[in-house]
């Protein structure tokens, strides 16, 4: 997506935002370069980034002398110029991850209850995030991002069976992060924020359109098109493991019968294995695993699917070998460069740092005054309207 800024001085909250997103997704660059990315003047890109530097988001990398001169410097993001925690709530427990702005985590902490309430789980995540902030006393805290099974809002789905936070319904998620946090909050399912990981620091990056399939507790997806996830029209687009594939299968807590999830999942591997065996499941589930991927294929023409999620390398290793013979779909193309199904080198950290790297977004983006200024949300200072002292700026 083209980031563009406005001119007028009364755009300068927004130019900040416009300018540091640039950077921190295209860095390092230089300001002249910078100027013309986003359509502003380099007086004011000077100006800015000037301020930014000073700010601690900005750090400038110095090239070696080319002949007879230094090339201009260039600006990147500065790792430690803010932090954002990452939540992933499952009906496992809870993991969470401080993140820094190149994307490495480097704190994490995890509760390992199942089937939390919502009170237990957000006073964990209010002691969690304490002893996050440990690991970088005094680090700016831009935000919190929460990632959960979906989907979100459908009552015979949401909040139902073993693959479910089962008790949230009714819950004010954002309100409750908020209030345990004290900081901008952010809510996605697991799916869409792992996606959100893999685009960004994984092989997701390498594609303009491709589709990743989220083994988790349960099973879930996202097609991902020019480093944006498809939503549809209430969030819930990629809720595969709710598909009834298996014609006469097992009864789903959904209500449904032969939903994939009931075979193809983190809570049917656990049911499952102990009954048969890991390779008599394998075995079992080739055929589903298999007209799975083809049914993605056909609907969403990804150039690749990534297989990610919070199984074990293994596992998804295994996966990916029971589907080395796929049968035909729009993908067995002639002229393809990417293999139709790989798996993910960032694999069960691509939800943390999903979940993490919205907060940071959604704070720093161009959108991101909506979350000082509505009525509906908490009072919280806006990062890059302040100075280093805390002061605002002029």
């Given at each position: 997506?083209?980031?563009?800024?406005?001119?007028?001085?009364?755009?300068?909250?927004?130019?900040?935002?416009?300018?540091?997103?640039?950077?921190?997704?295209?860095?390092?660059?230089?300001?002249?370069?910078?100027?013309?990315?986003?359509?502003?003047?380099?007086?004011?890109?000077?100006?800015?980034?000037?301020?930014?530097?000073?700010?601690?988001?900005?750090?400038?990398?110095?090239?070696?002398?080319?002949?007879?001169?230094?090339?201009?410097?260039?600006?990147?993001?500065?790792?430690?110029?803010?932090?954002?925690?990452?939540?992933?709530?499952?009906?496992?427990?809870?993991?969470?991850?401080?993140?820094?702005?190149?994307?490495?985590?480097?704190?994490?902490?995890?509760?390992?209850t199942p089937q939390l309430s919502p009170d237990d789980a957000f006073a964990h995540i209010a002691r969690l995030l304490k002893r996050l902030r440990k690991a970088r006393p005094g680090g700016r805290m831009l935000g919190v991002g929460m990632s959960m099974p979906g989907p979100f809002e459908v009552d015979s789905m949401s909040f139902v069976g073993p693959t479910t936070m089962q008790g949230w319904e009714g819950v004010s998620l954002h309100e409750r992060l908020r209030a345990a946090t004290g900081l901008p909050a952010f809510i996605e399912t697991d799916n869409v924020a792992a996606a959100h990981g893999e685009c960004l620091y994984g092989a997701g990056g390498d594609y303009a359109s491709f589709y990743y399939l989220y083994l988790g507790v349960g099973l879930g997806g996202c097609a991902v098109h020019r480093g944006l996830p498809v939503r549809g029209g209430w969030g819930n687009a990629g809720e595969l493991g709710h598909v009834p594939l298996v014609p006469g299968g097992d009864r789903c807590p959904c209500g449904n019968q032969g939903c994939l999830e009931r075979y193809i999942s983190l809570e049917a591997y656990e049911r499952r294995v102990?009954?048969?065996?890991?390779?008599?499941?394998?075995?079992?589930?080739?055929?589903?695993?298999?007209?799975?991927?083809?049914?993605?294929?056909?609907?969403?023409?990804?150039?690749?699917?990534?297989?990610?999620?919070?199984?074990?390398?293994?596992?998804?290793?295994?996966?990916?070998?029971?589907?080395?013979?796929?049968?035909?779909?729009?993908?067995?193309?002639?002229?393809?460069?990417?293999?139709?199904?790989?798996?993910?080198?960032?694999?069960?950290?691509?939800?943390?740092?999903g979940a993490a790297a919205l907060a940071v977004s959604g704070t720093l983006s161009p959108q991101a005054s909506i979350l000082f200024n509505s009525a509906g949300n908490a009072p919280v200072a806006d990062p890059l309207m302040n100075d280093i002292d805390g002061q605002e700026s002029a």
């Open positions: 997506m083209a980031l563009r800024g406005a001119n007028q001085e009364s755009g300068r909250p927004y130019n900040r935002r416009i300018i540091l997103e640039a950077i921190r997704l295209q860095g390092p660059v230089t300001r002249a370069d910078l100027a013309k990315q986003v359509g502003l003047s380099l007086q004011t890109v000077s100006t800015i980034t000037a301020e930014l530097l000073e700010q601690g988001f900005l750090v400038l990398r110095r090239e070696p002398p080319r002949g007879r001169g230094f090339p201009a410097p260039k600006l990147q993001v500065n790792p430690d110029g803010g932090y954002a925690c990452g939540l992933y709530v499952t009906p496992r427990g809870i993991d969470a991850g401080l993140v820094n702005m190149a994307g490495e985590i480097v704190a994490r902490e995890t509760v390992d102990p009954e048969v065996g890991e390779a008599a499941w394998l075995e079992e589930i080739a055929p589903i695993f298999r007209s799975t991927i083809v049914t993605i294929e056909n609907l969403f023409d990804p150039e690749t699917i990534i297989l990610g999620g919070i199984g074990s390398p293994g596992l998804n290793r295994k996966l990916r070998a029971i589907a080395e013979e796929l049968p035909n779909s729009v993908a067995a193309r002639r002229d393809r460069s990417a293999e139709r199904l790989v798996v993910s080198e960032v694999g069960a950290d691509a939800v943390l740092l």
